[in-house]
């Protein structure tokens, strides 16, 4: 389908031929020879621009989906534009992105590359694009809104917790004390720093990990500790943020968390967290049924700003600046499912 002619509107160089033919044919009453040099050949060229115009279709529109990432990084898009007419394509950027002038000429069809930078939890919109199309003559243009979008998503961000409320936890889940030694083997994924062997280690160059491994521990299969996170009207963000602290925490401890929150259930074993902070980039405020609550190992309660811990033997408050600025800040690689734990001047994969 076209476009419609009355969403044409004449360009600069449009009103100056419009303008020039106007002149032409007013002079043209005592000299036809400018009539024919001039009138005609405007004539033309209006009417093939806007008959161009009225052909062209919407143009097409295909960009590319960033991955997902915390506050703070960045993200490259690439949007693909393939139109039959000359075409300067405006991009939308939802209000939880900041673009980096997502705006360019890209002529018949081309590519669009932007940086946009993630900055609030959630699901924001790329898109969708606006092009201003134009004749191959410059004289006419329209705005074509077209259709489609991509999704950034945006992960909470993982605030510090406090990890001595849950050491009782963590020595729960480890299942005992172990008894016999059987062997030494290199550091490899889904290993926590808590099995390596330092002092065997240290005989090792630099960054040769090594990790002890027993045999039977008393106690068997090593338990899931549960994490349930709610929240007041307003307070999602502080709730979301607060509960992958805790998940973060757990997870250094090399302990499998199972996290219940208004938007869903997930498990999440060390090293394997993109779902839980899937689930926690969309979930919402509300609360969950009683039993789900009781059951719970850690309770996270979300209100304003603020976001509460309570456990079995008390309360710790955590205030969200304080969580931000000080402490521990945990993120988790994307390349080989490993966690990365940044603790200020140093750095460790587990």
């Known amino acids: 389908m076209g476009l419609r002619l009355r969403d044409l509107r004449p360009t600069r160089r449009g009103v100056v031929a419009a303008a020039i033919v106007t002149g032409a044919l007013l002079a043209g009453t005592a000299a036809p ?16 621009a806007v008959v161009q115009l009225w052909r062209a279709g ?17 993200r490259t898009v690439e949007v693909d534009i393939d139109a039959t007419v000359p075409c300067r394509v405006v991009e939308a950027v939802g209000d939880g992105l900041a673009a980096d002038d997502p705006t360019a000429a890209v002529g018949h069809g081309g590519r669009l590359t932007y940086e946009v930078e993630l900055r609030r939890r959630g699901a924001h919109d790329l898109g969708p694009a606006t092009c201003r199309v134009t004749d191959s003559l410059g004289l006419f243009a329209a705005e074509v809104a077209t259709t489609g979008t991509a999704t950034a998503l945006v992960y909470p961000p993982v605030r510090s917790v406090d990890g001595g409320p ?27 720093m808590r099995d390596i062997d330092w002092r065997a280690s240290a005989k090792r160059g630099a960054d040769e990990f090594v990790v002890a491994e027993y045999g039977d521990r008393a106690g068997g299969d090593a338990e899931v500790v549960t994490v349930t996170g709610e929240a007041a009207p307003g307070g999602a963000d502080a709730m979301a943020a607060t509960v992958a602290g805790v998940a973060a925490r757990l997870h250094d401890a090399g302990v499998t968390v199972s996290v219940a929150v208004p938007g869903g259930r997930e498990g999440a074993p060390p090293g394997r ?64 499912g490993r966690t990365r734990t940044r603790d200020r001047d140093r750095e460790v994969v587990a």
Do not use: K, W
């Open 33 to 48: 020879r400018s009539l024919n040099a001039v009138v005609v050949p405007g004539l033309v060229a209006v009417v093939a």
């Open 58 to 74: 919407e143009p097409a529109v295909e960009r590319s989906v960033p991955a997902p990432g915390f506050p703070g990084e960045r």
């Open 166 to 192: 849950l050491s009782a936890l963590t020595r729960r889940d480890r299942g005992g004390e172990r008894t016999s030694f059987e062997r030494l083997r290199e550091f490899s994924p889904g290993d926590t």
């Open 273 to 336: 967290a993109r779902a839980l902070l899937r689930l926690l980039a969309l979930t919402g405020d509300g609360r969950l049924d009683a039993e789900r609550r009781e059951a719970a190992d850690v309770r996270v309660v979300g209100e304003g700003d603020r976001a509460t811990v309570s456990l079995a033997d008390g309360e710790v408050e955590i205030e969200v600046d304080d969580a931000i600025n000080g402490g521990r800040e945990y993120s988790y690689e994307r390349g080989h």
